[in-house]
């Protein structure tokens, strides 16, 4: 704080000081400066800026569609893809499509994605329920860490496939 002064005086000691003088609040009366090393500051901030990009994570929803007369293998598959899914840590959408006369038997869709949903319980939290959106029925899970760590302690051969998994994708 060297108090209030003249424009030429605050540079005059900025540059003695080998410094730059930074307006900080130019509508102030009278306005506000501050004198440090402006390619410093930048830097730091730069460098702040990357590392809060680092540690952020990003939610990645997958999407998977169903029919109300998907046979049971297709199930299944779509079963071990969401599981795969909800142990890398995304979210999972299901969804249920109707067409023509599907729309007749929507208690099988339904049917079909509380068993879906049941079958994953031991890994996620049912986010958004089963609801009805035109032709559609729609639900959202996300993966829950303490069923995950339960369930990865259960199944030791589960990690082992997905560290072989993110090794193939590092060396592609």
């Known amino acids: 704080m060297l108090g209030v002064m003249s424009p030429r005086d ?18 102030a009366t009278p306005p506000t400066c501050k004198i440090m090393d402006y390619g410093k500051w930048k830097y730091e901030a730069k460098k702040k800026a990357h590392q809060a990009r680092k540690n952020q994570t990003v939610i990645v929803i997958k999407e998977i569609q169903l029919r109300p007369r998907t046979e049971q293998h297709d199930v299944d598959t779509k079963l071990r893809h969401a599981r795969r899914f909800l142990l890398e840590g995304d979210k999972v ?20 994605l509380t068993k879906f949903i049941e079958s994953l319980n031991d890994l996620c939290a049912v986010e958004a329920p089963p609801k009805m959106e035109g032709r559609q029925i729609f639900a959202t899970l996300g993966p829950d860490p303490i069923k995950i760590k339960e369930y990865k302690l259960k199944h030791p051969d589960i990690k082992k496939e997905s560290e072989e998994e993110s090794d193939e994708k590092a060396a592609e």
């Open 93 to 112: 959408k299901l969804s249920v499509r109707f067409m023509g006369r599907e729309m007749a038997h929507q208690d099988q869709g339904m049917t079909l």
């Open 10 to 27: 605050a540079l005059k000691i900025a540059e003695d000081r080998g410094l730059d003088l930074l307006e900080i609040a130019p509508t």
